[in-house]
């Protein structure tokens, strides 16, 4: 029973975009929807979602964001204000043009992100260096026109948060972008057990109309990146093109200077393709839903009784427990919770209860032990941690033993041929470089990693001095 049920994924190194389907229909995470692209999160889906918001948004009211939220539609106008911005997002956006029978006379941008509305904002309520900073964040949906889509990693609708800010210095500006980056790799590194590079997009892959984009770039279990999440810096691009002027201690009229930055549901994909396996999910037990499935085995009423016990002390333990007392046999049901990634099963039968004890099994190295149940108040919260542990540690392995150095172009080329993961090579900042490297081998420019090493004094496309390490993958 167990083995046709496991048959019902494909095998990851079959299929790895197979896999992925599979394992996030199966699993019941989301399923498609009548609009083209668009998804269903479904609640097992939606609830890690909220662990993600939870953890992220604990971070951020720390330093004194606050909650707000903007209108979905976008007047056309408004959006052309910044021209860079609307020529980034032309090909993605979707338009309002008809309100219940009559036709606009001005179209509406359905929100592909919300910059141009947050600095319309703050031209009206920016006066003087008191007001400043203003330090905003929204959860919300946003849509863009995507051609190839897939369940969380690229979808037309998707859920974010978009933090928006303004500052009086640039300074400021840069500190909180670099701040925000360091709170997302808290929660993806932590939370998420995901380890990322972390460094600056390259000119011609910053965000449209951002003076700078930071990135937290990570590794997926087929060697491709996914980019976890960016946090931008404008200077005051934005701030001259809606006149955001502050007066300064002096008296003098000066531009704001702002930021924005997002995480979203996209990094749900990259939880599942990092950590995920030929039977399903892989949940860090810090956003699983469950963290402990209570499977009792040929139960009867003591039984029963005792598993109700334990599944109330471990509730008041803090820990997120559920117990399945259907009629369906246990293989069954152990395939079920191992296919739905929650991190601890436990069993008890008869036998058990009699030694006063029970059998806990880990999901991510299928590990069984027999545990006191006297012990299980002290031992689950230790085990729940051993595995939180475990997962980053096998991530932060494989980003490592499948990151590459490469000093010429051939060795550039064999390295992504024959390996699938990140290369890590010089460039002369040349974009016509970055892009011939793309063209011929079809990774891009990730990021310029804070973390620099000196390979070579000369680019891997060109031969120029090259004075910068970028690490180049193939990308979702």
């Known amino acids: 029973m167990a083995k046709d049920f496991v048959k019902e994924i494909t095998a990851r190194d079959d299929d790895f975009a197979k896999w992925y389907t599979d394992t996030v229909l199966k699993a019941k995470m989301a399923d498609y929807s009548p609009v083209r692209g668009a998804m269903i999160i479904l609640p097992y889906g939606y609830e890690i979602w909220e662990s993600i918001k939870h953890s992220f948004d604990k971070l951020i009211k720390a330093t004194g964001h606050e909650d707000m939220v903007m209108p979905m539609l976008i007047p056309e106008s408004l959006l052309q204000k910044e021209q860079e911005l609307i020529n980034g997002f032309a090909p993605e956006v979707a338009w309002v043009t008809q309100g219940g029978t009559e036709q606009l006379q001005e179209r509406l941008a359905v929100r592909p992100t919300s910059e141009v509305l947050f600095s319309d904002y703050y031209a009206k309520v920016v006066h003087s260096y008191r007001d400043l900073p203003l330090k905003y964040n929204q ?43 360091d709170d997302y790799e808290k929660v993806v590194s932590e939370y998420l057990a995901i380890p990322v590079v972390k460094g600056q997009k390259t000119e011609s892959e910053k965000f449209a109309g951002a003076k700078e984009t930071f990135t937290l770039e990570s590794m997926m279990a087929d060697g491709r990146a996914l980019q976890s999440a960016t946090s931008h810096d404008f200077g005051d691009k934005f701030a001259k093109a809606f006149d955001i002027k502050y007066l300064d201690k002096n008296g003098e009229q000066q531009y704001g200077n702002q930021t924005s930055w997002g995480l979203s549901t996209r990094i749900i994909g990259g939880l599942i393709m990092v950590h995920g396996d030929d039977r399903g999910l892989k949940l860090p037990p810090k956003v699983a839903p469950t963290q402990v499935e209570i499977i009792p085995i040929a139960p009867n009423d003591d039984v029963l009784a005792k598993a109700d016990e334990i599944q109330a002390a471990l509730k008041a333990a803090g820990i997120r427990v559920d117990m399945d007392h259907s009629d369906k046999k246990p293989g069954w049901k152990f395939s079920e919770y191992e296919m739905r990634g929650v991190p601890v099963r436990l069993e008890i039968g008869p036998r058990d209860l009699a030694n006063a004890q029970v059998v806990l099994a880990r999901r991510d190295t299928g590990e069984k032990t027999s545990v006191a149940i006297a012990d299980l108040a002290t031992e689950v919260p230790a085990l729940l941690d051993a595995i939180q542990k475990n997962l980053y540690q096998q991530a932060a392995e494989h980003l490592a033993s499948h990151t590459y150095t490469a000093t010429t172009f051939d060795e550039f080329k064999e390295k992504l041929g024959n390996h699938n993961g990140f290369v890590k090579a010089m460039w002369c900042g040349d974009e016509a470089c970055e892009k011939a490297v793309k063209k011929e081998t079809k990774a891009g420019s990730r990021c310029i990693p804070f973390e620099q090493e000196h390979l070579s004094d000369h680019c891997i496309y060109c031969g120029k001095p090259a004075d910068k390490m970028v690490v180049w993958a193939q990308a979702y």
């Open 139 to 181: 959860w919300v949906s946003v849509m863009r026109w995507e051609k190839t889509t897939r369940p969380f990693l690229r979808t037309s609708e998707f859920f974010w948060q978009e933090g928006h800010t303004v500052h009086a210095t640039a300074a400021e500006s840069h500190a909180e972008t670099l701040q925000i980056l």
